[in-house]
């Protein structure tokens, strides 16, 4: 039986490669920001405000205005549809802003999890019908990657063969497109943290996904020097009794790495899935420090783990603002240590140690 496929013309390549690396830039990594109306609701409520337009756009108005953001640790930020059109209150617009401070706009593209049928009360993402079409206007409008999310939970019996199948080629579809129409995949298969199950499992269950979406982005010829992977760390299940030490959760992170994710990805930008701030830079700064040979930059894709403090301290009262943005400053700073595997003072912000779990969590 004859086959065919071929590669990305070399202009689409070299763009992509050029991309992805420079968002993985040495002590770089990405803000997120791509909580969907609901979910910036949820933490609008949590400070008395409404959830209006106007108070989402002054909040992410807030961290875009934060001087010295990209020079020092923020290469990339991921954005929600809203955002990409709003502006500040000179009237500029929050792409132009990031644009002057060369902080690489990206955007989600998902449009979250539906039942999937037939599943052990499971989930599959939605959103690749139209894809194509709003890549290209994302595009026009000045995003250089996208960013998909595919939820898994594990428990007696999950994460399902079909679950686990359904997620590596819902991603390997939305990378194929992304690249089609000139934009960097960040492709994220997130294995929660919700249930009891300790780290042994939590390894197992990483390693199969990751296995099965790079079986699947493969078959799919997704052009991987110009993709970027954001997953779990590896870690107990939020409710099991026996925790993990830093140098357990390292080891466990790097070696389902190595065994899936091949040294062409130029980059790995973990999720911080609920830990709490301090929690998420420990354990960045102690995968960096795992005595392997590591073809990839490991770095973070934090929202949560970036913004709790700056939440805190902000609380929708406009004269707290810089001192918010002081928050993300040193919160990024230190995830900009830890990404090189050099964070060793603990650094003091409002939300520090405090849990970011929710369960379920929806952006």
Request: glycine content about 6%.
């Amino acid at each position: 039986m004859s086959t065919f496929f071929s590669y990305p013309d070399f202009e689409l390549q070299q763009k992509l490669s050029a991309t992805a690396k420079a968002i993985v830039a040495p002590g770089k990594g990405i803000l997120a920001v791509d909580e969907s109306n609901e979910g910036i609701g949820k933490l609008l409520a949590s400070v008395g405000l409404d959830n209006t337009e106007n108070n989402r756009r002054k909040y992410r108005q807030l961290l875009f205005t934060t001087d010295n953001i990209v020079s020092e640790n923020i290469s990339a930020v991921i954005l929600f549809d809203e955002t990409v059109y709003q502006k500040t209150d000179e009237g500029t617009l929050f792409m132009d802003v990031l644009k002057r401070k060369n902080i690489i706009p990206g955007i989600k593209v998902d449009k979250d999890v539906v039942p999937l049928f037939m599943s052990e009360d499971e989930f599959t993402t939605q959103g690749l019908g139209d894809l194509a079409k709003r890549c290209a206007e994302y595009k026009n409008r000045g995003c250089k990657f996208a960013k998909w999310r595919c939820p898994l939970k594990i428990g007696e019996r999950t994460p399902s063969v079909l679950a686990i199948q359904d997620t590596a080629n819902v991603l390997a579809r939305y990378a194929s497109v992304c690249q089609s129409q000139g934009l960097v995949p960040i492709v994220e298969p997130d294995v929660l943290i919700d249930g009891d199950h300790d780290i042994e499992r939590a390894q197992k269950v990483t390693e199969v996904v990751l296995a099965a979406v790079y079986k699947a982005l493969n078959d799919h010829h997704v052009f991987l020097e110009g993709t970027l992977l954001k997953p779990n760390m590896v870690t107990p299940g939020q409710q099991c009794s026996k925790r993990s030490s830093l140098g357990e959760i390292a080891s466990a992170t790097v070696t389902v790495l190595l065994r899936t994710v091949p040294a062409a990805v130029p980059g790995i930008a973990f999720l911080s899935g609920g830990q709490s701030e301090e929690d998420a830079t420990l354990n960045l700064n102690a995968i960096n420090q795992v005595d392997m040979k590591i073809p990839w930059a490991l770095t973070f894709s934090y929202g949560r783990a970036l913004q709790a403090s700056v939440w805190k301290t902000w609380a929708g009262v406009d004269a707290n603002v810089k001192m918010a943005q002081q928050e993300l400053l040193k919160r990024a700073k230190a995830n900009g240590f830890a990404s090189l595997g050099k964070y060793k003072i603990p650094v003091t912000t409002s939300a520090g140690d405090a849990s970011n779990y929710s369960k379920n969590h929806k952006y």
